[in-house]
């Protein structure tokens, strides 16, 4: 959700140095935003060894899209005088210039982009150059896990019927995820009707390995969870469907790319929890697998049937 504000910044300041302080396994993806772009990669468990990288470079502004303040501190200490951000309730104390917004249903993504400046600039719209072929079928890309918590995860059995559904249309059809969500899709290959027609590449692509993947395969359409994966889909304009359980896709959305969006109806929606505070996950059932179905074939016959 950082990408289209880093995208406007670099246009309305073309002769600034801008570096992107980014998470190690984004490095690829943020080289494709913007070659231009000086990056420094660093972890959560990496803020000493940013400070001191901030206090050798002394730059004389910074943006901070997050809300943490484990993630402002290497900025302070580095004595960096201009902090700009929204922040949080607690956080936005500890910036010099803050935009803070006490609406939860206002996007991180719509946030971000308050923070430019009024001068004009492209708004992003994709970061790949993706293939379509308009005589072939789709290629669903399915993404069952959600790090956050069960409360984001649709159910082993829809996610097969959906599968089962796209193996009768003929689509192609593989599974990806990142290593900790494996077990997911093996207990996904378990029911579905044909295994052999589902690719299993859970656990196997590292960033840059998926993005090139991703610019290699034609006719792409993805289904996941409200999660990051959900939002890199889109962001690298793979048209993609996002499932809301217990969070909001007012509040969370991608913040562009093509998506649609398919939330629970229940009364106790959005709880923003891990896991289900009535232990019940009744908003996972909401969601039946003939509708998100039915939305993947409209999107793809939108997308690649024009």
């Known amino acids: 959700m950082s990408f289209p504000f ?6 309305q300041n073309p002769d600034e140095k801008i570096i992107a302080v980014v998470d190690p396994s984004l490095v690829a993806l943020v080289e494709k935003l913007n070659s231009k772009f000086v990056i420094w990669p660093f972890s959560k468990n990496q803020r000493n060894e940013l400070y001191l990288a901030l206090k050798k470079e002394r730059p004389s502004s910074c943006y901070l899209l997050t809300n ?29 210039q803050s935009h803070f917004h006490s609406n939860k249903e206002l996007s991180q993504g719509v946030m971000n982009l ?22 072939g079928k789709p290629h669903l890309l399915v993404f069952p896990g959600a790090k956050y918590g069960p409360a984001k995860k649709w159910n082993i059995q829809s996610y097969a019927e959906v599968i089962d559904a796209a193996i009768d249309k003929k689509w192609k059809i ?57 939002h890199l889909l889109s962001s690298c304009g793979i048209p993609s469907l996002g499932l809301y359980f217990s969070t909001s896709s007012t ?20 709880c923003f929890a891990r896991e289900c505070p009535l232990k019940h996950y009744n ?3 909401t969601i039946t697998s003939e509708s998100v179905f039915q939305k993947l074939f409209l999107l793809s016959d939108k997308i690649f049937n024009k």
């Open 174 to 230: 593989s599974l990806m995820g990142t290593p900790d969500e494996k077990q997911d899709a093996e207990e996904i290959l378990k029911v579905v009707k044909d295994d052999k027609q589902v690719e299993n590449l859970c656990g196997s692509l590292k960033m840059a390995e998926l993005i090139n993947w991703l610019e290699e395969h034609e006719n792409l359409i993805a289904l996941a969870n409200d999660s990051g994966a959900f």
């Open 114 to 135: 308050g923070l430019l400046s009024s001068e004009p600039y492209e708004p992003l719209t994709n970061i790949l150059q993706t293939k379509i072929n308009h005589t």
């Open 283 to 285: 908003c996972r059932d």
């Open 68 to 96: 943490s303040f484990g993630s402002y501190l290497p900025y302070i200490k580095a004595g960096i005088r201009n902090r700009i951000g929204h922040g949080g309730r607690f956080t936005r104390l500890f910036l010099t």
């Open 6 to 11: 880093a995208h406007g910044l670099a246009q």
């Open 251 to 270: 509040a969370t959305p991608p913040a562009f790319g093509p998506f649609e969006v398919l939330n629970a109806d229940i009364e106790c929606k959005p």
